[in-house]
């Protein structure tokens, strides 16, 4: 009897491993100057360690675009909001904006809505610790820690230990995550 994929983790690269090489990459390139933001739930959680590995001045914004986004109206208000916090100056700095897995490009495209609304970064480069493929917008990030190959009609989610370690999972369909940020 084969097992549903959420119960089938065998297949998925080690989150922790995808972080590592995540890092790797953006190490060399990021200046201490530079903002992150992370996009609620797990792009926030992402976004928060590599902030503290980077070593960045900014402090850490974070972002919750479920207002921006281009389907608010067929699915509605979830249950729990965050309010977005950017505790610096977006205009003219140089912004990694990171989320936990990159699927089909409208999650970026409503965060990059909702960051314009604080001002005019002088660059946004994308960082996302999955690529899953299946883009529906033009949208491609800088950084990745690796492409995920995700069976059709399975979810891919991140999450996190209460040590803060990471793990992926696959899902029949999206869960509620309570951001704890």
């Not at 990694?96 to 897995?101: F, T």
């Not at 399975?154 to 209460?162: E, F, G, H, W, Y």
Request: with cysteine; net charge neutral.
């Amino acid at each position: 009897m084969n097992a549903p994929p959420s119960e089938n983790p065998a297949a998925l690269p080690q989150a922790e491993a995808l972080y590592q090489e995540l890092l790797r990459q953006l190490k060399p390139r990021v200046s201490h100057a530079a903002g992150v933001v992370g996009i609620v739930t797990g792009g926030a959680w992402l976004a928060e360690r590599l902030h503290a590995a980077l070593g960045l001045r900014a402090p850490l914004g974070v972002l919750d675009v479920s207002f921006y986004r281009d389907d608010f109206g067929e699915k509605g208000m979830k249950p729990q909001i965050s309010p977005s916090q950017i505790p610096f100056e977006v205009q003219g700095r140089e912004i990694l904006l990171v989320d936990d897995v990159l699927y089909t490009g409208r999650t970026v495209r409503a965060a990059m809505n909702e960051l314009f609304d604080y001002g005019r970064p002088a660059r946004i480069d994308l960082v996302v610790l999955a690529d899953r493929g299946g883009r529906e917008l033009p949208i491609e990030p800088s950084c990745c820690g690796g492409k995920v190959d995700v069976p059709k009609g399975s979810i891919l989610m991140l999450d996190r230990d209460a040590s803060g370690a990471f793990s992926l999972r696959l899902s029949a369909k999206r869960r509620e995550r309570k951001a704890d940020l």
